[in-house]
């Protein structure tokens, strides 16, 4: 019985706290970006293990909010790519030659080198996940996420 009286007073106590200092904001969701997904593949590249990654059409950014794949691309970087075709051969060969590490459900791939389309650049990153997204309705990963130079004037 005393055990009861415990707990209920316990409860009671919890409950008027909360009434009378407010319950613990609950965190906000973080905003969607209302651009529409193309999950279309513009090009197939392959990881450092041979993963397939594609680098889909995707979504452009949103203000603050980045999208992915081309879209992400030329809408966060565009003044960066002097042509897709150039811009494909460097993804291949950060892929193939930089260093990639895990960090959570993407892959960070970088390379340092003076021989990229960008010559101005000097080393680029590729962003990619190995992720399906069963919207995408081909059972590929969503792929590169995002590739960009650095370490330049770009």
């Known amino acids: 019985m005393r055990t009861l009286l415990r707990r209920r007073t316990a409860t009671a106590a919890t409950v008027a706290a909360l009434c009378l ?4 904001a ?12 193309d999950w279309k593949v513009y090009s197939t590249h392959f990881g450092p293990d041979g993963e397939d990654l594609p680098l889909r059409v995707g979504q452009k950014d949103a203000g603050s909010i980045d999208g992915f ?11 960066e790519i002097s042509s ?21 459900s993407k892959t960070n791939c970088t390379l340092k080198s ?35 130079y650095y370490d330049c004037g770009c």
């Not at 075709?85 to 930089?98: A, Q, S």
């Open 69 to 79: 794949g081309k879209r992400h691309i030329e809408s966060g970087h565009g003044d």
């Open 114 to 148: 003076n021989t990229f389309s960008n010559t101005r650049a000097g080393a680029m990153k590729v962003v990619f996940t190995e992720r399906v997204d069963s919207k995408s309705k081909d059972h590929r990963p969503v792929g590169i996420i995002t590739a960009y």
């Open 21 to 24: 200092f407010g319950a613990a």
């Open 26 to 37: 609950v965190p906000a969701q973080a905003a969607a970006n209302p651009n529409p997904i």
């Open 84 to 104: 897709w075709t150039n811009m494909k051969k460097d993804i291949d060969k950060t892929l193939d030659r930089g260093k990639c590490v895990p960090n959570g």
